[in-house]
């Protein structure tokens, strides 16, 4: 039987949080290498690459706006799967760093951020989340088929590993 924990939404939105980044990590470690840089079949949209560092120049974008020190912008046509994985991964624990000692001071916003603390979060999850989709979808598009344990995990169904 799990263990019951009181609820204490500060902790939990941040949790939430920093789960949905690891999610987004997740999902480029399961991607096949083939995919990564391959054009879109319709001749539109970005690649799988480009999409990451989007994703990751919009947290990092945040996080430095927040104070936190943040690894360079990911050149979309070069990265590879590691080093992006290696970028969303400091920019998530940069982000959930900021989002967890200032809510834990009892601050509403975070200094230095356009949006009130939790505002801003649930943002960068929809972004997240909407990106994710974005991926997946083209991930099909070129031939993919995700595992049913993947698609589990990646829509927090189950566990990460």
């Known amino acids: 039987m799990p263990v019951r924990r ?17 999610i987004t990590e997740y999902l480029v470690t399961v991607l096949p290498r083939r995919l990564w840089q391959q054009p879109s079949p319709t001749g539109h949209g970005r690649t799988i690459a480009a999409m990451v ?10 996080a ?32 959930t760093t900021l989002f967890r000692d200032s809510l834990g001071r009892g ?15 649930v943002y960068l999850i929809q972004h997240d989340a909407h990106h994710r989709g974005q991926i997946m979808l083209r ?13 589990m995990r990646i829509w927090g169904w189950k566990r990460l590993l």
Do not use: Y
């Open 6 to 22: 009181q609820l204490n939404v500060e902790q939990e939105i941040v949790e939430a949080f920093e789960q949905s980044g690891q």
């Open 139 to 151: 991930a099909r598009e070129l031939g993919h088929t995700f595992t049913g344990a993947d698609v």
């Open 107 to 121: 601050e509403a916003r975070l200094r230095g951020l356009p949006r009130r603390s939790i505002n801003m979060m």
């Open 53 to 62: 560092a989007h994703i990751h120049g919009v947290r990092k974008t945040f």
């Open 64 to 95: 430095k706006m927040g104070g936190a020190a943040v690894p360079p912008s990911l050149d979309r046509t070069r990265v590879t799967q590691t080093h992006a994985r290696r970028a969303l991964r400091q920019t998530n624990a940069a982000l």
